[in-house]
């Protein structure tokens, strides 16, 4: 193998193995229907990263690379995994923070009367996910039970709620799914 050919298969391994994680954590929250999401996450990385730890060791092997360019291939591989790995991560939580969002936003949308749970979940979807959302907002103080209503309280997620609501206003797109 030429020195250009070896750099390629080596820049791709991580590609690959970000690929492997991908595949893996969708097809666990398939079967498992979304429980245990931490641990598909960490579990799904790790393999991806054996994968290309695995690829890019074949890889520098027939390449016949000195032991620096081992080191060096595994930590950039390692690396690079590490910050797919992360932006991943962090583009799955993104979407789980956004239903927060949106969440606060039906609830400040009608602030004066609140809603049931069932009703928010009602408009978002019949499984776990929106009660899960609701325990956590609770938790974090940033709704508020009254009887069986929810309100916003002001907090992080509330103001990020209000600046979504004010950029809809301003681009001129529905607000919420009651009004």
Request: net charge positive; charged share 15%.
């Amino acid at each position: 193998m030429g020195a250009q050919q070896c750099m390629v298969y080596v820049l791709i391994a991580p590609v690959i193995g970000q690929f492997i994680n991908t595949i893996i954590h969708i097809t666990w929250n398939q079967v498992t229907k979304g429980k245990s999401h931490l641990s598909s996450i960490v579990w799904s990385f790790l393999l991806g990263w054996v994968v290309q730890v695995f690829l890019t060791c074949i890889t520098v092997y027939r390449c016949s690379a000195s032991s620096q360019d081992w080191v060096g291939a595994l930590a950039l591989n390692s690396m690079t995994t590490l910050g797919f790995g992360y932006c991943y991560f962090t583009l799955v939580n993104l979407l789980k923070t956004s239903l927060r969002i949106r969440v606060l936003d039906e609830l400040e949308a009608i602030r004066k009367t609140g809603m049931t749970e069932s009703e928010l979940s009602k408009i978002y979807d019949e499984k776990d996910v929106t009660s899960i959302r609701i325990f956590r907002l609770e938790s974090w103080g940033q709704i508020k039970r009254h009887g069986d209503r929810l309100y916003p309280v002001h907090g992080g997620f509330y103001l990020l709620a209000l600046m979504l609501r004010g950029l809809k206003k301003m681009m001129g797109l529905p607000i919420g799914l009651l009004n």
